[in-house]
């Protein structure tokens, strides 16, 4: 027993170790990054309304100045401008061009017929023609009666007073 040395300290521990629930320390750590992430975006969210409400006054002061810049003489200009061309379009959309009708008659009318009159109607959007003249002879009406018979844009062809 000499070399052996007795000691009264245990070099083993008598109570049984600890565990720690690592369940709560996981936990505590989701939840502190969840934290620290929804701080940052309510930062983010400030700052950015922050920006659109510096930007939103700037473009409200500049559009004060551009409308004390605008000439009132001016601006009643542009608007009757603005009027005459809306009245100029709705004029031109219901315009009717009689060139196509034109033509027509000046390449098929005979020599032997001549037109003293021109009236033109458009009322309910069906436009009528009427036409006095005077021919050589009763042939010459039928030839051009038959030139207009064949065109199917003339309807309502009448003849009348030989």
Known sequence: MEGSQLSFIPKKSLTAPVSK????????SLSLIVFFV?????????????TLNTGIATKEQELEKRKQDLDPTTI????????RIEALKTLLANHRSLIGFFSFLSTNTLKNVRFGSFLYNDTDNSPTITMQGSARSYGAISLLAEKF???PNIKGIIFSGF
């Open 21 to 28: 629930e690592r369940g709560l320390s996981f936990l505590l």
């Open 38 to 50: 929804s701080l940052l975006a309510y930062g983010g969210v400030f700052l950015y309304k922050g």
């Open 76 to 83: 009643r200009g542009i608007n009757d401008v603005s009027t």
């Open 149 to 151: 018979y064949e065109n």
